[in-house]
């Protein structure tokens, strides 16, 4: 029975291998960098949509003679991307991808002067950034379950911040490029 098992299990190691191209209905998890884990699910085989999302919590302290400062810092972004191929080649696949991101963040900065009869002053400023891009992407399939990906291109956003302390509103607009490496698990 042992014989019998493993030559089962040699004939299937020895098949020739395919090219997998992901068909409709396959999903996957993504893990990319920049830092982002997503979800990737092909519609047909010519689009797939990836959303992403990514956290960030920082907290500090600093102290001097005459003051600390305390902060504490949480960012969370969400994204959306669209995935167009364009080609292949075995198991290669190129692809145009679209994508729209949202970024908030908030930090809360504690201030204390260490001299008596000082009050403690707390300011908070919280960000909003919309952005949207566009890049040239490449995946490889190294098996039917297992991929990895990259892309370049260039990406906008715009960022307003308020401040509740005082009051005060900033805007900024930003633009460059944009890269990102990563790998799919699909299930």
Not at 18 to 36: I, L
Not at 60 to 88: I, M, P, R
Request: glycine share 12%; with cysteine; net charge negative.
């Amino acid at each position: 029975m042992r014989a019998i098992v493993f030559c089962v299990m040699l004939g299937a190691l020895g098949q020739a291998a395919t090219a997998y191209a992901q068909e409709k209905g396959d999903s996957g998890v993504v893990m990319g960098y920049p830092t982002s884990v997503g979800f990737i699910y092909h519609v047909n085989d010519r689009f797939a949509i990836r959303p992403e999302i990514t956290f960030n919590v920082v907290s500090g302290s600093s102290e001097t003679d005459f003051s600390s400062t305390d902060g504490d810092t949480w960012a969370l972004g969400l994204a959306v991307s669209g995935n167009f191929y364009v080609g292949q080649w075995d198991k290669l696949r190129s692809y145009i991808n679209a994508r729209y991101s949202y970024n908030r963040a908030e930090t809360t900065t504690l201030n204390t002067l260490l001299l008596p009869l000082s009050d403690e002053l707390e300011s908070t400023l919280t960000s909003n950034a919309h952005g949207v891009g566009g890049s040239f992407g490449a995946q490889y399939t190294l098996h039917e379950r297992f991929g990895v990906f990259g892309e370049v291109g260039a990406a906008f956003s715009h960022q307003n911040t308020r401040s509740e302390a005082t009051g005060g509103r900033s805007n900024s607009n930003q633009f460059g490029s944009r890269t990102a490496v990563g790998v799919i698990f699909y299930f």
